[in-house]
């Protein structure tokens, strides 16, 4: 089964600070990867995913990931956050979800 | 279109007894799959439904069962209740099935086992 990993547990940026949210997957057949968001709150939600084609994924509110296929990897990267960003942010592959990355904008 | 609804929201058992969580799709939608999210483990897939089926299992053990019915709506049940399955139950519905499609989740069940 396929796994995920996310190394990253809290981060505290400043609004308008680039983000990049790491998530490494290990090998297992036919990769298919997600990001998830969960504001305080809200029900978790899809931000993107990636199946095959354009390694370069965006998805909803700016958000974008990259799959690097020879680094297993899938970060999250946003250019500039807001303060309505705080949220937690889950990578997933089919099989698994991982731990979370809780990310705190500071206005 | 109304979203994937989870009852009860909060629960409180304890140890030896049995619970049903029930959870209702989205209108259309066939797969639901059920998670179980804990501050230790995070979230963790439980099993996948499509169709009346059980489709795909995650590691759990036979304590923690699950059916769907004809009009999609899922139960999840988990017997002989244990400290350790104190968490926050998540259901998602998709179109065809977790993994390959967009999973719309629900707000969850939280058990609570004393």
């Known amino acids: 089964a396929q796994s995920v990993s996310q190394h990253n547990h809290h981060v505290i940026l400043s609004e308008a600070a680039s983000l990049e949210l790491g998530c490494n997957y290990s090998y297992g057949g036919t990769v298919n990867l997600f990001w998830y968001v969960q504001y305080p709150g809200q029900h978790l939600q899809l931000l993107l995913k990636?199946?095959?084609?354009?390694?370069l994924v965006k998805g909803i509110k700016g958000f974008e990931a990259e799959f690097i296929k020879s680094k297993f990897s899938f970060n999250l990267r946003k250019p500039s956050v807001q303060w309505s960003d705080t949220a937690e942010y889950f990578c997933?592959?089919?099989?698994?979800f991982g731990t979370g990355t809780r990310l705190t904008i500071i206005p | 279109k109304a979203g994937v609804t989870q009852t009860p929201r909060y629960l409180i058992k304890t140890r030896g007894q049995q619970v049903t969580l029930s959870c209702s799709p989205i209108?259309?939608?066939?797969?639901v799959s059920w998670y179980q999210q804990t501050p230790g483990q995070g979230l963790q897939f439980l099993f996948e439904?499509?169709?009346?089926?059980?489709?795909n299992k995650g590691n759990f053990p036979g304590r923690f069962s699950g059916r769907q019915f004809s009009n999609s709506r899922s139960e999840m049940n988990v017997s002989t209740l244990e400290l350790g399955d104190s968490a926050l139950y998540l259901c998602a519905s998709s179109l065809v099935g977790y993994g390959t499609d967009t999973q719309y989740f629900g707000p969850g069940t939280r058990l609570t086992v004393l």
């Open positions: 439904y499509f169709s009346e089926t059980q489709r």
């Open positions: 997933a592959s089919k099989e698994a």
């Open positions: 990636y199946f095959s084609g354009d390694p």
């Open positions: 209108s259309g939608h066939r797969s």
